[in-house]
């Protein structure tokens, strides 16, 4: 169901995107934060896809951008490179109410989150449809989504990329269009 660095690459215009060093997981991670406990969640996989799950598949696509050169004294000197990353994760539950609990669930921490104005979780939270949740940041840099199709319950992450909300939609529509159950 993942989507291929191939396809990322495609989707994303960018053919320097790798696999990330650590970027494969068959379990959803904990990752430490210093951020306020609603937040964690919208970067946490533990927090995200709770337990239940029979199935977990996480894997993120990396490529470095310089950045645009500096003149200073007559001297050229590079930009400072920045990181173009693509996450997906995706949980199978043994029932569709167990993924749409997840999702149902993780709704209002998101909201809750995004109540607290707290840099680099300063996003709105919408859902366009009852399966959808998204997450937009005032930058259009960052995308967040996540998704329920059956007994699947997705997310995926785009950043660094001028059109990441596009990006983001792409992964997510080319995933559930991979889910037949």
Request: glycine residues 6%; contains cysteine; hydrophobic residues 35%.
């Amino acid at each position: 169901m993942l989507v291929s660095v191939e396809d990322a690459r495609r989707i994303a215009n960018d053919y320097g995107l790798q696999q990330a060093a650590q970027g494969v997981s068959q379990r959803p991670k904990h990752f430490d934060s210093d951020a306020p406990p609603p937040c964690q969640a919208a970067n946490d996989q533990e927090a995200t896809f709770g337990a239940g799950w029979q199935q977990f598949r996480s894997t993120a696509y990396t490529a470095d951008m310089p950045g645009p050169s500096v003149v200073v004294g007559g001297r050229q000197y590079p930009g400072a490179t920045k990181m173009l990353d693509v996450i997906q994760n995706i949980s199978i539950y043994p029932q569709s109410a167990a993924a749409r609990a997840a999702l149902e669930r993780l709704v209002p921490t998101l909201k809750a989150c995004s109540e607290l104005h707290v840099r680099y979780y300063d996003y709105t939270v919408t859902m366009p449809d009852p399966s959808t949740v998204v997450l937009t940041y005032p930058d259009s840099e960052t995308s967040s989504m996540y998704r329920v199709k059956s007994a699947v319950f997705m997310q995926v992450s785009v950043l660094g990329f001028r059109n990441s909300e596009e990006i983001t939609q792409t992964m997510i529509q080319t995933i559930t269009g991979r889910i037949t159950r």
